[in-house]
């Protein structure tokens, strides 16, 4: 499991764990019932407060992303579709706000931005 922390990102360091983790597990790079690095360890590792990465492993357990076993540690839990359907909804949902800020301010109209969906969908 590769974290890499940005000092100079303006993010909580917590917050740079929990997304760092979440795309891992979107993306499979870590796959389910994979253990995690105890909190104690990652925060060795990464030259942080215990605190810190327990939020992050707080938060990533409350989404569902990992659970806890006692005395075991932290793993990856099994890829709740819906929970990943909703992540990439909200995603989505965001991009188009920004579609229509951009398009608003070309005076591009719905059509207008439904063609250019179109165009490049065909190319792909």
Not at 8 to 18: A, D, F, M, N
Not at 33 to 52: F, G, Q
Not at 67 to 92: D, H, M, S
């Amino acid at each position: 499991m590769n974290i890499f922390i940005d000092n100079k990102s303006g993010k909580p360091i917590y917050e740079q764990i929990y997304n760092q983790i979440k795309a891992q597990i979107i993306n499979s790079s870590l796959a389910e019932d994979e253990p995690l690095p105890s909190i104690r360890n990652l925060a060795k590792d990464l030259r942080i407060s215990v605190i810190t990465t327990k939020r992050a492993y707080d938060e990533l357990e409350r989404d569902g992303f990992i659970y806890t076993v006692a005395g075991k540690g932290c793993f990856v839990a099994q890829k709740n579709v819906e929970l990943l359907r909703e992540e990439n909804l909200k995603k989505i949902e965001s991009y188009i706000d920004i579609i229509i800020q951009l398009a608003s301010s070309c005076n591009l109209t719905k059509e207008d931005i439904i063609d250019m969906i179109d165009i490049m969908e065909e190319q792909q």
